[in-house]
């Protein structure tokens, strides 16, 4: 045991992966209690919309209506529950085996969910400040 | 999911779920790169594993010593029991060692965990530790003896 504690191409791969899983779950716990934090960008050329990594949703300027906050608002919930290794492990295997973007089963759950009408707080890092989101009101 | 994110039952346990698995893996991060913390204090009434009442024992990233208790053996055979833990995290180490002691059934003196830090109570190994009582940081040496580490003058 010694002989591994005190080898540095031991202790440093496993502090990386430690810290990196001691921050899934810590990213975890803030999601499970607290608003996601929106950071918004402004990227036209990119094709993305947004993309949530718990506790943050960073989202196009371009993409900022209800539809699109809920549709990550909804991927910010099911890495709170599954941890944000667990659901990008999920995805990244249901990609692997050959699904389509739009048949991803965290997708196809987004997707069903962005016109619910469902009421939830953001904190915009921005604005520094908690901003409601409401169907059919684009986030100011 | 939604409905699993607002059941309140449901976010109470996987918060203190989440927060301990956070908690054990960071205490891994600083173990694997820190020093122990040696704390100096009356244990005879406190009960340890296999329910004695220990010279020293191990938790988390703390080491406890007895009133009167400084052999470098003593202090070295902890350090061990830190860097098991360091190494298979609090968690795992525990889990391991309880899982010997009773569902393998081995006694005391049988325990891997136990094998493992006897195995190096005379290695010789050089080592740090910060004793929480004075605030400093103390290299345990071989040959040498702690009966004032951490007793404040």
């Not at chain 1, 699904?99 to 953001?122: Q, R, V």
């Not at chain 2, 109470?12 to 820190?34: D, E, K, Q, R």
Request: with cysteine; aromatic share 16%.
């Amino acid at each position: 045991m010694e002989n591994l504690y005190t080898n540095p191409w031991v202790v440093i791969p496993l502090t990386i992966l430690y810290a990196v899983i001691g921050l899934n779950f810590a990213a975890s716990v803030y999601s499970l209690n607290a608003d996601p934090i929106v950071i918004e960008i402004d990227r036209p050329e990119s094709p993305l919309g947004g993309i949530t990594i718990a506790p943050f949703i960073i989202i196009d300027k371009a993409c900022c209506s209800y539809e699109y906050l809920r549709h990550e608002y909804q991927h910010y919930m099911q890495q709170a529950i599954l941890t944000p290794l667990g659901f990008f492990g999920i995805y990244a295997g249901e990609f692997l085996l050959g699904t389509p973007y739009e048949e991803l089963s965290f997708e196809k759950e987004a997707f069903t969910k962005m016109n619910d009408g469902l009421e939830f707080e953001i904190f915009d890092i921005q604005k520094f400040k908690k901003i409601r989101i409401k169907p059919e009101e684009e986030s100011e | 999911m939604e409905v699993l994110y607002q059941n309140k039952l449901l976010t109470i346990a996987l918060t203190i779920a989440f927060a301990l698995l956070a908690g054990n893996f960071g205490s891994s991060v600083y173990m694997l790169n820190a020093p122990p913390v040696v704390v100096r204090a009356d244990l005879s009434d406190f009960k340890a594993a296999y329910g004695v009442s220990p010279a020293a024992f191990q938790s988390w990233f703390t080491i406890h010593l007895n009133t009167g208790v400084g052999f470098y053996q003593t202090i070295r055979h902890e350090y061990q029991h830190y860097i098991q833990s360091a190494l298979l995290t609090p968690f795992g180490a525990a889990i391991g060692y309880q899982w010997q002691h009773f569902v393998l059934g081995k006694d005391y003196y049988d325990n891997w965990f136990e094998i493992d830090a006897r195995r190096v109570a005379h290695d010789g190994l050089n080592f740090k530790v910060f004793v929480w009582n004075t605030k400093e940081l103390k290299l345990i040496m071989p040959g040498q003896y702690y009966y004032d580490l951490g007793v404040n003058e």
